[in-house]
């Protein structure tokens, strides 16, 4: 695969995640929600923190953690490169380019969305606003809304440990850019082989 071709696909990605983040960001009060069907809502919530809403603990957790993704994503970037460069397989060159797209696409609301919206907070948040917005450069909160409760209601009381209490599976909220890192990497778990391939060895006599 060409470099051509990884940057159109980073570009896609990157357009279709920061076009949906934008748009909950404008249209959606923090916490609200559409029923699209009974296993899936746009459910608008931020993320502060790592995958799964942990976070780094400390004044300067959130800064650490924005810096930290800056560096990983300069390394993934080089990975693209290097693959592109050793004409390795294209398999491999689409799932790092997924990844580079999806860590980007986050990395884009971490590094600037405090400074260019304000907060969602019981209002709609506004582009560039005039009292300025809601944190600093490298302080951002990260747009999720995408949200799948496959199953969602009170469990059997014949489960041992958790039965007759309430229990939502799929419960992670997450984006577009989240989906292309997920979808990069289990590609990459699916076709080790295909993306790695081993060199033949030379048998000598």
């Known amino acids: 695969m060409s470099l051509k071709k990884a940057t159109l696909i980073i ?16 249209h959606f009060v923090l916490g609200e929600d559409i029923p699209v069907f009974d296993w899936f809502k746009i459910l608008f919530v931020e993320n502060e923190g790592m995958a799964w809403g942990a976070k780094i603990p400390g ?18 970037g080089y990975w693209l490169w290097d ?41 709609v948040a506004t582009l560039f606003p005039d009292a300025g917005g809601y944190g ?3 302080h951002g909160k990260v747009v999720d809304m995408l949200y799948f409760p496959l ?9 041992p ?8 599976f799929f419960d992670p909220v997450f984006n577009i850019a989240d989906s292309s890192i997920s979808i ?9 082989k295909k993306a790695f391939p081993k060199k033949e060895e030379v048998a000598t006599e």
Not at 11 to 26: A, E, H, P, R
Not at 161 to 168: A, K, N
Not at 184 to 192: A, K, P
């Open 11 to 26: 570009v896609l990605v990157l357009l279709l995640d920061q076009i949906s983040k934008y748009y909950i960001k404008t």
């Open 59 to 76: 004044t300067y957790g959130k800064l650490f953690l924005t810096l930290f993704r800056i560096v990983a994503i300069g390394g993934i």
């Open 83 to 123: 693959s592109i460069r050793k004409n390795s397989p294209r398999i491999l060159i689409l799932c790092v380019a997924l990844i580079f797209a999806g860590a980007l696409g986050n990395i884009i609301d971490s590094v600037f969305y405090g400074m260019i919206f304000n907060d969602s907070h019981h209002q």
């Open 136 to 138: 600093t450069l490298f």
């Open 151 to 159: 199953y969602d209601g009170i469990l059997p009381d014949w489960i």
């Open 161 to 168: 440990f958790w039965g007759g209490e309430h229990f939502t």
């Open 184 to 192: 990069g990497v289990i590609l990459l778990l699916i076709f080790n």
